[in-house]
T-cell receptor, first 111, second 113 residues
Framework: LAKTTQPISMDSYEGQEVNITCSHN???????ITWYQQFPSQGPRFIIQ???TKVTNEVASLFIPADRKSSTLSLPRVSLSDTAVYYC????????????FGGGTRVLVKP | GAVVSQHPSWVICKSGTSVKIECRSL??????MFWYRQFPKQSLMLMAT?????????EQGVEKDKFLINHASLTLSTLTVTSAHPEDSSFYIC?????????FGPGTRLTVL
């Protein structure tokens, strides 16, 4: 399984855009990139998944360069409720296979 | 999205007793369920992969005789922590997999006194 590296923590302010970059140099051809959000004492919640280029949904965008060795999760106009830990995962196929969680990025949104 | 439930949401038990945690996929059938453990301020650690009707596959370092996993149906997997000790106190999270997606339960907080 490809190992991921992401910043330990990030601080931001309400209304700002937050970009979290994840490195996955050993990503394999069949691997997808998935991001999860976790609040304290809750299970992770799926945010977005992509294979290449750009993916956008109602809560975030995911940017994946051509070499796929990194990816950037973009959270537009964050609010206090976006304070959470964000995990970048790489897994073969879609998210139906076992996932290896890295350290995650603790995002603190300040007023 | 699909819903995964866990029961109980929290449990406190005495050292030496066994505790069973249930994981249910409420509106879909899950051929595979996963069990994770999470200590405070740490990431999720995969404990085992559970497939319906077959024995679970445990990750290295996880004692299969201590953490008994049963996946009797496509909607239910159970994790039993046998002879629990204070060091087993943790947040246990399950996930259920269907075609192309994996959904996580809300977690179960286990405290062993």
């Amino acid at each position: 399984l490809a190992k991921t590296t992401q910043p330990i923590s990030m601080d931001s302010y309400e209304g700002q855009e937050v970009n979290i970059t994840c490195s996955h140099n050993n990503i394999a051809t069949n691997d997808y990139i998935t991001w999860y959000q976790q609040f304290p004492s809750q299970g992770p919640r799926f945010i977005i998944q992509g294979y290449k280029t750009k993916v956008t949904n109602e809560v975030a965008s995911l940017f994946i360069p051509a070499d796929r060795k990194s990816s950037t999760l973009s959270l537009p106009r964050v609010s206090l409720s976006d304070t959470a830990v964000y995990y970048c995962l790489v897994a073969e196929g879609a998210a139906g296979n076992k996932l290896t969680f890295g350290g995650g990025t603790r995002v603190l949104v300040k007023p | 999205g699909a819903v995964v439930s866990q029961h109980p949401s929290w449990v406190i038990c005495k050292s030496g007793t066994s505790v069973k945690i249930e994981c249910r996929s409420l509106d879909f059938q899950a051929t595979t369920m996963f069990w994770y453990r999470q200590f405070p301020k740490q990431s999720l650690m995969l404990m085992a992969t559970s497939n319906e009707g077959s024995k679970a596959t445990y990750e290295q370092g996880v004692e299969k005789d201590k953490f008994l996993i049963n996946h009797a149906s496509l909607t239910l997997s159970t994790l039993t922590v046998t002879s629990a000790h204070p060091e087993d106190s943790s947040f246990y999270i399950c996930s259920a997999s269907t075609v192309g997606e994996q959904f996580f339960g809300p977690g179960t907080r286990l405290t062993v006194l």
